[in-house]
Each structure stands twice: as C-alpha cells, then as structure tokens.
C-alpha cells in the first residue's frame, strides 16, 4: 500500500527558533498534500493545502507567514514553522491522495509532535 | 454554523460486544463520508467509506450506515476485540480531496 513518511517525528525547540517538518510519498506521487494540526483530544484541523508547482493554500485563520509550505517535488512537502511559540506545540500530519484509488484515498504520515519551550 | 459532533469523547465496553459510535453532522452536504482509525501519537489510518446513495458499507467486523435524512453516520465493531481500542475518526468531504474531521471516539476494549 501506500505510504506516507514524516521527520521528524518529534522535535523541541526554543521560542522564536523555526522548525521544518517534512512530509514525503514514498512509493507514489502526489500534486497535494494536505497538512493538519491536532491538539490534544481534538480533531485534525486543516492548515493548508499544499500544491506542488504552486502556491499553497491556507484555511482561514492560518498564517501563511508563519506556516510557510513548499512543495518542492512530486513526493516531498515541507511545512516550516517560523518564529515558534509554545502555542504552536501540536502534533502536525500531512497526508496525499493516492490518484487512480476510489475518491482519492488519503494516507496519512504518522505525525511529527512539536513542542515550543 | 456547520458542525461535525461524534457522540461521545470515549466508549467502554467488554471484549466480545459490539461497539457503535455515532457521527452527526449539520450544514454539510457531504457526497461521501469516512471512518479512520487513530492510535495514540500516530496519523489516521483509512477504514471504510461510504457515498450518500449508499445505505450500509460492511468490511470483515466493521459496519457503516449513512443517513443522509438523519445527517448521521453510525460505525459498528461486531464481536470487538482489545486490539480495537483506539480513537475513532468520521470525515465528511467537502469538496475534492478536502475533508473535515469529528473530533474523534476513544474507544476502550476491555478483556
């Protein structure tokens, strides 16, 4: 099957420093990815959509500035988290359709746990 | 305002019964609707989905009904086993490849 890997896995960093997250398909392509960001005992929210070859696009509320979003291949997205603070530690996940599946089935990383000291 | 709601934060039950979780949704007009497992610190993992003109989708224990009246989902384990116990996600999609979440169902088999 598909599958969809995420590095780190975990990672702490120091207020104001920036954290890149990666996202990779790693035995298919993908022209999207999606990233979402879960706290605890809540549901994924999406952050943003993540095209490559283009311009990500944010959901409301999202700061583009902040979330920056690259998606530099067909198999790699990147979410980079500029000028972090503790209220940015969450477990982030990125998924990809999988083309030629019924409605696109997603896959999902195993998610990257952040913590902002 | 639109709404996803999955009936109860967590679910006990005794090894061997069938667990039942509900998804209601409000303002969605969804054309498919989803069932993700989740495990503690771990992406969701794909169950089962199932389109508005369908009425029930089976896969090995799992059963999922939608009704696109009620704007409810029901999600059933038969004959639940400890391994199930996890966080159990519905998705509604909402346009192409764009999903939204419940919050989730925690669900705890107990031998």
């Known amino acids: 099957g598909a599958v969809v890997s995420q590095h780190p896995s975990r990672v702490i960093c120091k207020s104001g420093t920036s954290v890149k997250i990666e996202c990779r398909s790693l035995?298919?392509?993908?022209?999207?990815m999606f990233w979402y960001r879960q706290f605890p005992k809540q549901s994924l929210m999406l952050m943003a959509t993540?095209?490559?070859?283009?311009?990500?696009?944010?959901e409301q509320g999202v700061e583009k500035d902040k979330f920056l979003i690259n998606h530099a291949s067909l198999t790699l997205s990147t979410l980079t988290v500029t000028s972090a603070h503790p209220e940015d530690s969450s477990f982030y996940i990125c998924?990809?359709?999988?083309?030629?599946?019924?409605?696109?089935?997603?896959?999902f990383g195993p998610g990257t746990r952040l913590t902002v000291l | 305002s639109q709404k996803i709601e999955q009936n109860s934060e967590a679910l006990n039950i005794q090894e061997g019964k069938t667990a039942t979780l509900t998804c209601n949704y409000t303002?969605?007009?969804?054309?498919?609707l989803q069932w993700y497992r989740q495990d503690p610190g771990r992406g969701p993992v794909f169950l089962l989905l199932i389109r508005e003109n369908e009425k029930e989708k089976r896969k090995e224990r799992l059963k999922v009904t939608f009704d696109t009246t009620l704007k409810q989902s029901l999600f059933h384990i038969t004959a639940s086993q400890p391994a199930d116990s996890a966080t159990y996600l519905c998705?509604?999609?909402?346009?192409?490849?764009?999903?939204?979440f419940g919050a989730g169902t925690r669900l705890t088999v107990k031998p």
């Open positions: 303002n969605y007009s969804p054309a498919y």
């Open positions: 998705a509604l999609d909402i346009s192409f490849n764009d999903m939204r």
């Open positions: 035995d298919f392509q993908a022209t999207t």
């Open positions: 998924s990809a359709p999988l083309a030629g599946t019924p409605y696109n089935e997603q896959f």
């Open positions: 993540s095209n490559e070859g283009s311009k990500a696009t944010y």
